[in-house]
């Protein structure tokens, strides 16, 4: 479940009674029908219906829309790490911003058409004088994370045996202590990893979705419920941790399909958003980390059914970043910067996020060290292609070597290299301006050496963590 907000309007100007929020003027919706409101007046405006979420304009989102447009519950159906759950985070923005309830209400009744016992007896006594409260957006997005030993009581409710101990009888309604799901009554509710709820609690949601309302231990209940129910899962879960029952699967009205990012700007965008890095990492490195990832997908050696998730470039971003970080904490160096070797440190640590297939046993390692090279090659090609960089290569016609590595700075690297004729081309095709750091001109000159190695202009050795370049 998404924590409390502490919203900076805590206490709601508006009405703080029926009859005021009456005057206003005010007549009830259903939450479907407030969202497919404020869809609509975002796709009329030409506003971002779904901030934050990249890659998918011309394939989900048209479908997420429509679905919505239509009240339709929501299936996200994909393998992990893309995005399932941010999009459907992300639907608690086309709610009103604040919405009102009757004051103290477990199951945040509408004032105008309360539900509970509780309040239907409220509103029949105070009439007008019904005290309402106000509740934020934020606070309306209730998430669950689907598990085995999730049970039915932890989802719809059960008896309260506190208020039964407090001299109220078993039949009594107010009895019942409310699960998540009514707990979400005009709101959004998220179920994540849906197949991994046990296939008996799944019979539990059938009314929900369906009459829109719940049952609880045989009560005679009847309780309409307003939300939009949202959940995801994996499609190899079809089959392997569980399943979704066919008639839960017909209840849910629309069943989306999302994808990884299929163009590496995309991905690269995606990686500096979501990406918390601790030193700078360029663009150019961004894009290796992109078309690993990319490779991997791709590969034959990789399971694709388990898939590559977007958890593995953003980890990669960040742990290039903090060994930047930790070049300049360890050297002379004060001027953070990653740069490509880095790349080829980090990325192994992060074997353990990709499954391989059953023959790579042993070669894992190996294998993702040559998409590297191959990612860094490709990158090379595209950033540098057309230039002459003979004047990097000369650097080395005398026999001259430029040893590198993780812990030797910027400035160490530079005295090496020299003022090298084409730098300043080099550098502009990297986005750095004029003005560029040491961090980023070293960054800038080992990303040529070894891109000119892995096009055989340059030798390489790497020994103890130092790599030393040398001529072909």
Known sequence: MTAQTDHPAAHHPGPATLGQLLDTGYRPRTVKEEIRANLVARLRAGDTAFPGIVGFDDT????????????HDLMLLGERGQGKTRLMRTLT?????????????????????PVCVRCTALAVELGDDLPIAWRHR???????????????????GDVDPVKVAQGRTLGDPETVHYGLVPRANRGIFGLNELPDLAERIQVALFNVLEERDIQVRGYSLRLPLDLLLASTANPEDYTNRGRIITPLKDRFGAELRTHYLTEVDDEVALLRQESAT????GDHLLEVIATLTRNLRESASVDQRSGVSARFSIAAVEGVSAAALRRAARTPDHDPVARIGDVGV?????????????G????????????????????FRHRLSGLDLSGFTSVFAEGAMVETGELVPATELLSQIGSVPGLSKVLDRLGYRDDATRGQIAAAVEFTLE???????????TVNGRTVYGAA
């Open 93 to 113: 923005g086309l709610l009103d911003e604040w919405s009102p309830e009757v004051a103290g209400c477990e199951i945040h009744d509408d004032p105008v058409r």
């Open 278 to 281: 601790v030193a700078e990492v």
């Open 346 to 358: 980090v990325v192994p640590t992060l074997l353990g996020k990709i499954e391989f297939e059953m």
């Open 138 to 156: 934020d606070d309306r997005y209730t998430e669950k994370l689907a598990t085995p030993d999730t049970s039915v009581g932890d989802l719809i």
């Open 360 to 379: 790579e046993e042993g070669r894992e390692r190996a294998v993702l060290e040559h998409l590297l090279r191959m990612a860094t090659a490709a990158v």
């Open 451 to 461: 891109g000119l190695h892995l096009t055989r202009r340059l030798q390489k050795e």
């Open 60 to 71: 989900v989102l048209p479908e997420l829309e429509t679905a919505l447009l239509a009240g």
